[in-house]
């Protein structure tokens, strides 16, 4: 590949040059609405995060305590609705997809800039509208089942509305990424040349664009039915609330993969950058992706196998079901392959990379339990459930998240970050972690319901143990994030291609310039050939 | 009170023992697959982590098809094995049982309520004889609740409009939890109650037992007094359609005129009708002979009352 | 900015894309509400069969037709525009705009009888689902003639040339599935009961 580095001058702030708010609020770098997603989400993490802690601190007692039954479901709610809709979904997508899609095919900005800032800042509008139901807080947990929703009295209607809003901005995000994805590749870019980061962003952008306008109309019919009573969802007007979960599902399922998919690309980057070796296997992990993306929308179903769904409609789903564990095994199988006989140093982005590995492999195969007909009945709604999920999408999502933050940390603001720092918390988020979320599986094995304001005492030792994890976790969260706010002033200044990568972000300097390269790169090689190419024929 | 971990299967009921089983043989192929990716990840990242002052130098290695193709085809295979065994388990599940006792059960915010098949119904609280079949008809009063009795690694989600059914087949004598499985509002968590497992004589005796005291509590007297005129067997003897038996009848009896046999006469009222159960052979009606055994202290006081009150009917 | 983004050789090939892609989503939006339609149809075949007979099929049919005749007009005015005839273009604008106010109005006089007579969205299944599709095509033609009167700015400036009709076009695509999606909506709703 052609040597474009373009070492900037000591000092120089590249695309973050431009000083004010309106060099922000009305900015088309597609940096800049990357780096706004950035703070937005983490924002929401953080608020979500000390929810949960809320919520684990209440739970160290089965009876009452703290606060009211009432103000715990509000706040699992809350700590839900939050994290999934305005953190995990848009967190790498809408984030770092935003900063490093155009980065890593080699191009200026993306397809439709104009249409990205609008994206923004209706998500923005979507989280005010969102933000102004908390003058009667929702109680009806993120999933929202009818007919409870439209009886409880909050206020599920503007709720609907802010959803619909984001909703919106997370299809015309995708939009954008699809065209970007297929028009805008550096010259000599073939598919199969691209990163596999943009292979997960392109089945990622796919998915949004096809499930998202269905969860759109569903919270349109839920507001319907709130102010109109049109009773679709309504049995005592002849409607069928099982309708509504099969249209929640029809895109809540297909989403989980808008939430792990990136993050598999993510851990696709930076596996081979720090095992100095070629991906293992890189059409597989591609067509996987596109794998994941097409069965996730066959599988809806899965989530309902105990709903009243009639028995042969699970059975179906259970089976289809079981096809997404073999592209999701073929991704684990081959980054495990990555690093055999690898030179494997041990920078915190491969550290976060590894630990998703390790926890995704365990969420994954706990969903083995709950794929299998027989034994989702029992661990269905329980806390193997809560802890399932949990393993996939904070062990494998947001894992991958801090992975690619730390990847893209120097890229991103042109200071290095404390390494050692960055390890403390590494061993404590890992850690903490495990703590909070394995006894989970346990006490779901014994039957504990989720969404319990209390619980029968024989489950509190677990839940004392699960408590008491989540302060590591904090712990490491929080010091990752000091480490990353003082390192944003104070860090050293950061080279432009400091893990060595291949990538085409690494060709440009750090941060980089608004027009992000000087001169658009020529690509001659797929990005991913590390190692010696003498040593083993090319099998690629 | 049993409370089996996972890995000593339940007993509980007829499918625990199989959901568990599955359960066993899952944990067997994800423990394989933890162990070996895991295994290798960390293995791995071990053997090959980089050296100081070694000069790096890794193979061009992009791919192995043999080994690829391998670990698409045993996984998959076993991924189906996994779909079959679940299958048939839940197949079993959700296949009726015969003859099973139906009771119906009513979810609302936030309780259960049990109804029996002889018309009692219990709230938060379900007995059953063990190995009886049991038939659960479950449906809700307002939004969806989650039927859940871990022990028997059974639930159902119940619906507001529609049935949903749930076949127990309890095997080992027991007090049990049911929980509410599926977030129905603030009191969700506390929507809990209790299965009670019971032997055969235990529960019928239970049974007779709360037969008897729901005739004394949850009717109304007159029909409380219906029953006991039929259990005492008072109907072997008077008639409650005018014709005269061994007895008068009792067809508009209370608030008659009625000639005694030593001439007397008087209005049927209750005390009089107490009197008459009480000691029977005191105030005869006339052409009857003083046969009739006292139910004093046979029949309770309000039992008594309940009689009367039946009797007020018989117009 | 110092990018030019329209300069970018490949602009006329994303925009068309991203319409497609946009149209994806609008499918499956409609979608959802047609799955809702069929269900409820197999469930509550008596109460829809009864209840499609009080809805106006001359209008309905009227509609059809007026919402047709937009869809030609539209399709002239982009053969003209791909020939540089910008008056034929503006015209045809104009005359898919009056269309749209057409078919509003119609669809307004229906509703209207349909309150007068008393039947609300709450009324029943039927009349829920239908004033909700109807409701929701109903904002996507106003959304359409929004476009048409950007455009009409637009051609009145004299932007669009035979070179540059790329506004034009997606608007064009847009507006023919929002004609499509009644072409379904009709006999649904107004035929089949």
Request: net charge neutral; with cysteine.
């Amino acid at each position: 590949m052609a040597d474009h580095a373009t070492s900037s001058l000591p000092g120089d702030r590249g695309y973050l040059s431009e000083q004010g708010w309106r060099s922000w609020a009305l900015t088309m770098d597609h940096k800049r609405i990357g780096v706004m997603y950035i703070w937005t989400t983490l924002g929401f993490f953080v608020v979500a995060g000390i929810l949960a802690l809320l919520l684990r601190l209440k739970l160290l007692v089965p009876g009452p305590a703290l606060f009211s039954d009432h103000t715990y479901n509000v706040l699992f709610t809350m700590h839900g609705a939050m994290i999934i809709f305005l953190f995990i979904i848009p967190a790498i997508p809408s984030a770092l997809g935003n900063f490093f899609i155009p980065l890593l095919i080699g191009c200026r900005d993306v397809a439709f800039p104009r249409l990205n800032l609008f994206s923004y800042w209706i998500f923005v509008a979507g989280i005010l509208v969102t933000v102004g139901t908390l003058v009667a807080p929702m109680d009806t947990g993120w999933t929202f089942y009818t007919p409870y929703s439209t009886r409880t009295s909050a206020a599920v209607t503007s709720l609907s509305f802010g959803l619909f809003l984001i909703g919106m901005s997370s299809i015309l995000t995708g939009l954008n990424f699809i065209v970007t994805i297929h028009t805008m590749r550096a010259p000599g870019m073939s598919w199969y040349r691209m990163p596999l980061f943009i292979w997960a962003m392109y089945a990622t952008s796919v998915i949004q664009v096809l499930s998202t306008p269905v969860i759109g109309i569903t919270f349109l019919l839920l507001a319907a039915e709130r102010v109109f009573g049109i009773g679709i969802f309504d049995p005592a007007k002849g409607g069928d609330p099982l309708l509504f979960q099969h249209f929640f599902w029809f895109y809540s399922h297909p989403v989980v993969y808008v939430m792990i998919l990136p993050a598999m690309g993510i851990v696709s980057e930076v596996v081979p950058v720090f095992a100095r070796k070629p991906i293992f296997g890189y059409k597989a992990i591609a067509y996987s992706a596109l794998a994941i993306a097409f069965i996730g929308f066959l599988v809806w179903g899965h989530h309902m196998f105990v709903s009243g769904m009639s028995t042969i409609s699970g059975v179906i789903f259970s089976f289809l079901t079981f096809f997404v564990a073999v592209p999701t095994g073929i991704k684990i199988f081959n980054w495990i392959a990555t690093l055999y006989k690898g030179s494997i140093s041990f920078d915190s982005p491969m550290l976060y990379a590894l630990s998703f590995i390790f926890l995704f492999i365990i969420g994954g195969l706990t969903g083995l339990f709950l794929g299998s007909l027989a034994t989702d009945v029992h661990v269905h709604d329980t806390y193997f459930l809560v802890a399932h999920f949990h393993y996939t999408m904070m062990g494998g999502t947001v894992m991958g998240l801090f992975a690619g933050l730390h990847y893209w940390f120097p890229k991103m603001t042109g200071r290095m970050f404390n390494e050692t720092w960055a390890k403390n918390a590494w061993w404590l988020v890992v850690a903490g972690f495990n703590i909070t979320f394995f006894p989970m599986f346990i006490l779901g094995m014994q039957g504990m319901p989720r969404r319990y304001a209390e619980y029968p005492a024989k489950y509190q030792p677990l839940n004392v143990v699960a408590t008491v994890g989540s302060w590591f976790l904090a712990l490491g969260v929080i010091i990752m994030f000091a480490n990353f706010v003082r390192s944003l002033r104070n860090g050293e200044p950061a080279p432009d291609n400091p893990w060595r990568g291949l990538t085409l972000e690494w060709q440009t300097s750090s941060p980089p310039p608004e027009e992000n390269f000087h001169e658009i790169p020529t690509v001659t090689d797929w990005p991913y050939g590390y190692g010696n190419r003498n040593e083993a024929s090319r099998d690629h | 009170m049993p409370y089996p971990t996972i890995l000593r299967a339940s007993e509980a009921s007829l499918v625990s023992h199989d959901v568990d089983a599955v359960f066993i043989f899952i944990l067997a192929i994800a423990g394989f697959f933890f162990v070996l990716t895991q295994g290798l990840l960390i293995y791995f990242a071990i053997r090959y982590r980089k050296k100081k002052g070694v000069e790096e130098s890794t193979p061009y290695i992009t791919g192995n098809h043999a080994l690829e193709v391998v670990w698409i085809v045993i996984p998959s295979l076993l991924l189906v094995a996994i779909f079959a065994y679940g299958l048939t388990v839940f197949i079993k599940m959700r296949t009726p049982l015969p003859n099973a006792t139906e009771i119906q059960v009513t979810a609302s915010q936030f309780t259960w309520s049990f109804k029996y098949p002889d018309g009692r119904s219990v709230a938060n609280e379900l007995r059953l004889p063990v190995d009886q079949p049991v038939k659960l008809i479950m449906i809700s009063r307002d939004v969806i609740h989650g039927f859940f009795v871990p022990a028997f690694r059974q639930k159902q989600d119940v619906l507001p409009g529609s049935y949903t059914y749930l076949w127990l087949l309890p095997k080992r004598v027991g007090t049990y939890d049911i929980y509410c499985s599926q977030y129905c509002g603030t009191g969700h968590s506390l929507m809990r109650g209790s299965l009670i497992v019971m032997p055969q004589p235990q529960y019928q005796a239970w049974l007779a037992a709360e037969q008897q005291k729901q005739k004394a509590g949850a009717q109304s007297p007159a029909e409380h007094g219906k029953a006991l005129f039929e259990s005492a067997g008072c109907g072997g003897c008077h008639s409650i359609d005018g014709s005269p038996k061994v007895g008068p009848t009792l067809k508009g009896i209370f608030g008659s005129r009625v000639t005694l046999n030593n001439g007397q006469s008087l209005v049927a009222d209750e005390e009089y009708l107490r009197e008459s159960l009480e000691e029977p052979n005191e105030q005869v009606v006339q052409g009857f002979q003083p046969i009739m055994p006292s139910f004093k202290g046979s029949l309770k006081q309000d039992e008594i009352s309940a009689l009367i009150a039946y009797m007020k009917t018989l117009k | 900015m110092t990018t030019n983004h329209d300069a970018h050789n490949g602009a006329p090939v994303s925009a068309r894309l991203g319409i497609w892609a946009f149209l994806a989503t609008e499918l499956l939006l409609f979608g959802a509400l047609f799955t809702a339609y069929a269900q409820f149809r197999i469930t509550h075949a008596e109460l829809f069969h009864q209840e499609h007979l009080k809805l106006n099929r001359m209008l309905g049919f009227l509609n059809t037709l007026v919402l047709l005749t937009s869809s030609l007009t539209i399709a002239v005015g982009i053969a003209a525009i791909r020939r540089g005839l910008q008056k034929v273009l503006k015209i045809c604008l104009a005359l898919t705009l009056a269309l749209a106010c057409g078919f509003l109005f119609i669809k307004y006089l229906e509703w209207s009888h349909d309150f007068h007579q008393g039947w609300f969205p709450r009324t029943n299944l039927f009349f829920g689902l239908y004033f909700m599709m109807t409701g929701l095509h109903g904002l996507h033609v106003i959304a359409g003639m929004a476009l048409m009167v950007w455009l009409l700015i637009k051609a009145q400036r004299g932007a669009f040339s035979a070179e540059y009709s790329t506004p034009v076009e997606i608007t064009g695509l847009y507006w023919h599935f929002v004609d499509i999606v009644w072409i379904y909506l009709f006999p649904l709703l107004y035929l089949i009961g």
